[in-house]
């Protein structure tokens, strides 16, 4: 009997931690997908994330904090475009990367820009609404400036 509680309450912590966590996309046209049938916008995280320190701690003050995980889940679709120094990439992940940096002439880390996009015929074409990066203030501020630009786009 103890363990059937403990299971029980094991499974409900899990759950409730799950539903916590967001969902960081890599792959572009899933992500899209996603954002079409959802109808939110992309926000799309340019970040070094082993050796970019804007960018560990943008996510350490912002993308890790409850407020911002609620309001993301609500308004946007993630998608990470990595550009790490010591850990490994697949070669397809390191060029679908490099190729939507280059879309956007990203030059300088972390970078957000919150995008439409559709996929058609395997193209994807994007429709930027507006960029910010690192926002001092914690998750409020950031999202202060986020919904400003998403404001924007209405």
Same mark, same amino acid.
């Given at each position: 009997m103890k363990s059937k509680i403990i299971i029980a309450l094991f499974l409900l912590i899990s759950s409730f931690s799950n539903a916590q966590e967001l969902v960081w996309h890599t792959d572009v046209n899933k992500a899209i997908t996603e954002s079409n049938k959802s109808k939110k916008p992309l926000l799309l995280f340019f970040t070094g994330s082993d050796w970019c320190g804007w960018c560990i701690k943008l996510q350490k003050e912002v993308f890790t904090q409850p407020d911002f995980k609620k309001w993301a889940k609500d308004n946007v679709v993630l998608l990470e475009l990595d550009f790490p120094r010591r850990t490994a990439q697949d070669e397809s992940l390191k060029m679908q990367n490099a190729q939507i940096q280059q879309v956007f002439g990203v030059r300088g880390y972390p970078t957000i820009w919150f995008v439409t996009a559709q996929l058609?015929? +395997?193209?994807?074409?994007f429709a930027p609404v507006g960029s910010v990066g690192y926002v001092a203030g914690g998750p409020e501020?950031?999202? +202060?400036s986020a919904k400003t630009i998403l404001a924007s786009k209405k």
């Open positions: 058609e015929n +395997e193209k994807v074409n501020k950031w999202i +202060e």
